[in-house]
C-alpha cells in the first residue's frame, strides 16, 4: 500500500482508467511523458472533458521527458503542457514541486 508507483504516458491510451486509479489511490501519480504532445495527439489524444480531472490531480502528475528518445524538440513537452492553460500553480507543480517532493529536495 504505501508503494509509489507513477504511471508513464498518462496512461496511454487508457488514459481515464489511470486517472481514476490516482483518484483513487494515495500514492499513484502519473507522468505527462509525450502527453499532450503534437506527435501523440495524433495517434492518441487526451480526452479534453477530462482536464478538469487531470488540473485536480496536479499536485500528483510529474514531468517527464524521455529525453533524448522523443521524436520531437525537447521544449515541445513543456509547451505542450503550458497551452492546457491550467494555471502557473498547476504547471509549477507538474514542472518541479511535486518531483522535489518526491524526492525530499529542499527548495
Not at 524521455?66 to 504547471?91: C, Q, T, V
Not at 507543480?93 to 511535486?98: T, W
Request: aromatic share 12%.
Amino acid at each position: 500500500p504505501q508503494l509509489r508507483l507513477i504511471v508513464a504516458h498518462m496512461g496511454t491510451t487508457e488514459y481515464l482508467d489511470f486517472l481514476g486509479l490516482a483518484e483513487r489511490y494515495a500514492h499513484v501519480g502519473l507522468d505527462t511523458t509525450m502527453s499532450f504532445t503534437d506527435f501523440a495527439e495524433l495517434d492518441a489524444p487526451y480526452p479534453r472533458d477530462a482536464l478538469p480531472r487531470v488540473k485536480a490531480l496536479g499536485h500528483k502528475i510529474f514531468w517527464g521527458s524521455d529525453y533524448p528518445n522523443i521524436p520531437y524538440p525537447y521544449a515541445h513537452g513543456i509547451e505542450s503542457l503550458m497551452r492546457l492553460d491550467l494555471g502557473d500553480d498547476w504547471l509549477r507543480k507538474v514542472l518541479h514541486d511535486n518531483a522535489a517532493d518526491l524526492f525530499a529536495l529542499s527548495a
